[in-house]
Structures are given as structure tokens and as C-alpha cells.
């Protein structure tokens, strides 16, 4: 699997770091995971572009996840291609059907596909963690666990290898939910001397992380905040996490072994 980050930054731009977009690719199978802000010129930079993903996966509708949407649906239509599917936590279909509503010259220009993802039932495993939700995309498979932050939303894990954290206060499931993964990739917004919530600090994500058998961390969805502190935000971490720790930037690009 190839990872392509298309955006690491926040709600705040700086100039230098588009916002939330991943671009999965394995084999012909292309899948991009939110779509904010200044993210449709990343992908437009990419060998597929956005004339080659039709399928895009949210994590949750917060703006600088979701601002890109029509801009990506409009281009994809202009250049002839003929579909979109967006799929996310419950109340994507309401989002993008909403959103047409206010752009309505933008109706059935393409063949549009949107679909919630269903929460399962309330329960429990044996070790009372939350069990996850499982479901196809775009040929991926993904388990999916409910995040902690400011509006529902879900950290997606990606055929059993790759793990996105969506946005999140730290977690303790995501130790166990990430566990085996090559590659996870993590919201750290803001160094350790902001108290913030509905994201995690440095510490915070460390203890969560304590134990996880993880191979590479990437941090991302940085607020201007990390600037200048990256060497300290990834010392507090691995004073609790033993993989190997970077900040991704965008149109980095990542081989996630499988």
C-alpha cells in the first residue's frame, strides 16, 4: 500500500501545510481519507490526480475535512470523469445532499454515491474494549473505532496495516486498535504546554500509545502551535512509545508494507 500525504495541516493555515487528506493507493485500488481544504490541488500534484480516485472515505465533517468536497466534484466533472462516492460517519449523505442544496448548478453532473457508515451496536469484547466496525471501500477493508473529539467521527484502520487517527483526544483503545500496524498516523496539534481539548498533546499520545507494537508514527494535523517544538514533542512521545516517531508533511509519500 502506498501512502501519499496531501495535507498535515489545521483549521489554522499557515501557508506551508494544506489541510486533513491521505491518498491510499494499493494496486488499481485508490482511496482518498477526508478532504479539506487546499487538498484538490495536492491531488491534482499526484500521478493519479483527481480525475483517478472516485471514492472518498471522512472521518467526520468538521470543516477543514470536508471543504474540498464540491470543489473535487466539480473538477471531476470538467474533466469528464462520470462518479463520486463519499462515504463517512452518519450524516455524510445529509452533509453532501445539503451542500447541493446551496450549489444546486452542481446536481447530477455526476453519477453521485453516498453512504453512511452504521454504527454497531453498543458492546463490548471480552477485555471491554469497544468492538469496531468493519466495511469495504474503494477495495479496502477498514475496521473503524468511535473517536473522542468535538463532532462524532471514527479512526479508521486499513487492510489490518495502516491505522489513521482521524481527529481525537488520545485514546486509550487506539493502542490496542493500532496494534501490528506498519504505519500509524496520528493527530498531535499542539505541543505540551497548551491545554487543549478534543486533541491530544505529545504526553497524552504517548501514554496512550504505551505498549502498542507499532513500526512508524507520523504525527500530523499540526496547528502553527508545533512550530519550532518538533524535537520536543517527539521526545515526550517516546518517553512512552518505543516505534520510530516523524511529523509527516505534505506530499510525503510512505510504502506501507503488508
Known amino acids: 500500500?502506498?501512502?501519499?500525504?496531501?495535507?498535515?495541516?489545521?483549521?489554522?493555515?499557515?501557508?506551508?501545510?494544506?489541510?486533513?487528506?491521505?491518498?491510499?493507493?494499493?494496486?488499481?485500488?485508490?482511496?482518498?481519507?477526508?478532504?479539506?481544504?487546499?487538498?484538490?490541488?495536492?491531488?491534482?500534484?499526484?500521478?493519479?490526480?483527481?480525475?483517478?480516485?472516485?471514492?472518498?472515505?471522512?472521518?467526520?465533517?468538521?470543516?477543514?475535512?470536508?471543504?474540498?468536497?464540491?470543489?473535487?466534484?466539480?473538477?471531476?466533472?470538467?474533466?469528464?470523469?462520470?462518479?463520486?462516492?463519499?462515504?463517512?460517519?452518519?450524516?455524510?449523505?445529509?452533509?453532501?445532499?445539503?451542500?447541493?442544496?446551496?450549489?444546486?448548478?452542481?446536481?447530477?453532473?455526476?453519477?453521485?454515491?453516498?453512504?453512511?457508515?452504521?454504527?454497531?451496536?453498543?458492546?463490548?469484547?471480552?477485555?471491554?474494549?469497544?468492538?469496531?466496525?468493519?466495511?469495504?471501500?474503494?477495495?479496502?477493508?477498514?475496521?473503524a473505532i468511535e473517536t473522542e473529539h468535538s463532532m462524532f467521527g471514527y479512526a479508521y484502520r486499513f487492510d489490518d496495516d495502516l491505522v489513521f487517527s482521524g481527529d481525537t483526544e488520545a485514546l486509550p483503545e487506539m493502542a490496542e486498535f493500532a496494534d501490528d500496524a506498519s504505519v500509524l498516523v496520528h493527530d498531535c496539534s499542539f505541543p505540551d504546554e497548551v491545554d487543549v481539548a478534543n486533541h491530544p498533546t505529545p504526553t497524552q499520545l504517548g501514554e496512550s500509545l504505551a505498549g502498542a507494537d507499532v513500526e512508524e508514527l507520523y504525527l500530523t494535523h499540526l496547528y502553527p502551535h508545533t512550530d519550532g517544538k518538533h524535537d520536543e514533542m517527539k521526545a515526550s512521545i517516546a518517553e512512552h512509545f518505543d516505534g520510530e516517531i516523524q511529523f509527516a508533511r505534505d506530499g510525503l509519500v510512505v510504502d506501507v508494507s503488508t
Open 1 to 143: 500500500m502506498r501512502l501519499t500525504f496531501l495535507g498535515t495541516g489545521s483549521a489554522m493555515p499557515t501557508g506551508e501545510r494544506m489541510q486533513t487528506g491521505l491518498l491510499l493507493e494499493d494496486g488499481d485500488d485508490r482511496l482518498l481519507v477526508d478532504c479539506g481544504s487546499g487538498v484538490l490541488h495536492t491531488l491534482a500534484r499526484t500521478d493519479v490526480g483527481y480525475e483517478g480516485v472516485d471514492t472518498v472515505l471522512l472521518t467526520h465533517h468538521h470543516l477543514d475535512h470536508v471543504s474540498d468536497l464540491l470543489p473535487l466534484l466539480k473538477a471531476r466533472w470538467l474533466a469528464g470523469e462520470e462518479s463520486l462516492t463519499v462515504v463517512g460517519p452518519e450524516g455524510t449523505e445529509d452533509l453532501v445532499t445539503d451542500l447541493l442544496s446551496v450549489h444546486d448548478y452542481l446536481q447530477d453532473r455526476v453519477d453521485l454515491t453516498l453512504r453512511d457508515i452504521e454504527p454497531s451496536a453498543a458492546s463490548d469484547d471480552a477485555d471491554g474494549v469497544d468492538e469496531s466496525e468493519s466495511f469495504e471501500v474503494a477495495g479496502f477493508d477498514v475496521d
